[in-house]
């Protein structure tokens, strides 16, 4: 084989290996504390998002927040250097997702959702230490 090839597939298999490390390396890196998605009950009438049909695929966190018993999503924690955010699904971008898909449901920090008849306020927090 001649060295330029050789160079060549080496240079290749590096990359994918990279590559590779990126897709797996970020959901181990996390410090400080964790960041939630939280749904309170809310009235309201002004306008919400329907989120009663989304998946719990594509929206994750806030799935786990209208479902669960204490209104919180499993915890995100933030890498060093924000790096992490660029690689992972975060409950930063469901908030953003949901804020261009309704803009008027925008209420200071968070979102003024409908799942299933009831409105919530959904909003990404970190508990109080």
């Known amino acids: 084989m001649r ?3 050789r160079n060549l597939l080496v240079a290749i298999a590096v990359v994918v290996v990279a590559l590779l490390a990126l897709g797996a390396l970020p959901s181990y890196l996390g410090s400080g504390d964790p960041y939630y ?5 809310m ?3 002004g306008p919400t998002a329907n989120v009663t049909d989304l998946s719990d695929r594509r929206y994750p966190y806030l799935t786990a927040a209208l479902t669960g018993e204490d209104g919180r999503s499993e915890g995100y924690q933030v890498g060093p250097y924000g790096i992490k955010r660029w690689f992972t699904h975060t409950p930063f971008d469901e908030v953003d997702a949901l804020s261009q898909r309704v803009p008027e449901a925008t209420a200071d920090d968070g979102v003024r959702v409908e799942h299933e008849g009831e409105t919530y306020y959904v909003e990404v927090a970190q508990p109080p230490t």
């Open 37 to 41: 998605l939280t749904a309170e009950p």
């Open 43 to 45: 009235e309201t009438d």
């Open 3 to 5: 060295p330029v090839t």
